[in-house]
């Protein structure tokens, strides 16, 4: 019984991530895009998660010289993933932002298997995916600036989980908050120049440590616990239930109804999650 709960344990832990996620990024582009901008949000979103993580004491371990260049490419890849994604909302939706991004994870699990089965994963998430896509005539002409920041938003996640994988092998006391202090590092800066004085807004502050909580601190927690236990063409398929549950939560907190066919690619998508979840 301990080893079946057990298994669950990086399916949980992914689902915990993706709804948080789902929701402090909605909570995010609603409240901070107007007042900081793309570049502004995520300076607060993911400056703010590194300083949380702070209270792990990441000090209390040892690092080597080798596992440090694995975390600050790891770091690099989390900074760039979040800025691109966010300057990709500006222009692009939301769920179609996330579809296009999934290219990265589900590219890495293409490239990482080792077994048949796990090419039927990978097609339907990748055909459910492709159903949420608005590939139908008169559906309307994507903005190419925020479908490139999309692409660019796929190969830092697909760059995220290789690093992180190799990452995982260290306390996530230690890796997770120095990965989020070199995210920090590359995107405050950029923040800085963008929104200026505006940062320093009471209400941008505080709305900011909300957001950095469920956005980064909490999701990237998770998804290292899940990163632990799963190879990382497991991980790059289950993850696609961020989709789904961001559907879900449109639909249970927003009122946005789905047509059949994207029903029919969250259904495709929790397939391939839970059929990679029992091989994994």
Not at 163 to 177: D, I
Not at 241 to 267: F, G, K, R, T, Y
């Amino acid at each position: 019984m301990t080893t079946t709960r057990g298994a669950f344990i990086p399916f949980l832990a992914i689902l915990g991530a993706v709804t948080c996620l789902g929701i402090g990024t909605s909570w995010a582009k609603h409240t901070l895009f107007p007042l900081v901008g793309a570049e502004g949000t995520t300076a607060v979103r993911v400056g703010f998660s590194a300083l949380l993580l702070l209270l792990c004491r990441p000090w209390r371990h040892r690092l080597t010289r080798a596992d440090a260049g694995t975390v600050a490419l790891y770091g690099l890849a989390l900074g760039a993933m979040n800025l691109c994604f966010y300057l990709a909302l500006r222009t692009i939706p939301f769920g179609i932002a996330v579809a296009i991004e999934f290219a990265g994870p589900l590219t890495v699990a293409l490239l990482s298997s080792r077994r048949a089965i796990d090419f039927l994963w990978v097609a339907l998430a990748a055909s459910g995916l492709g159903l949420m896509l608005p590939l139908v005539p008169g559906a309307g002409a994507l903005d190419p600036i925020g479908l490139m920041y999309a692409v660019v938003a796929a190969v830092c996640w697909g760059t995220y989980i290789v690093f992180g994988k190799r990452t995982s092998h260290l306390p996530s006391a230690l890796s997770v908050p120095l990965g989020l202090m070199v995210a920090a590092m590359l995107v405050v800066p950029v923040g800085v120049a963008q929104a200026g004085s505006a940062l320093l807004s009471p209400y941008v502050l505080v709305t900011g440590i909300g957001v950095a909580l469920l956005s980064s601190a909490i999701p990237i927690s998770l998804e290292m616990v899940a990163l632990k236990r799963l190879s990382p063409q497991s991980f790059g398929i289950m993850i696609s239930l961020e989709p789904v549950v961001a559907a879900l939560l449109a639909l249970m907190l927003l009122d946005e109804h789905l047509s059949a066919p994207q029903w029919l690619a969250i259904a495709l998508i929790i397939a391939a999650s839970m059929g990679s979840a029992r091989r994994g």
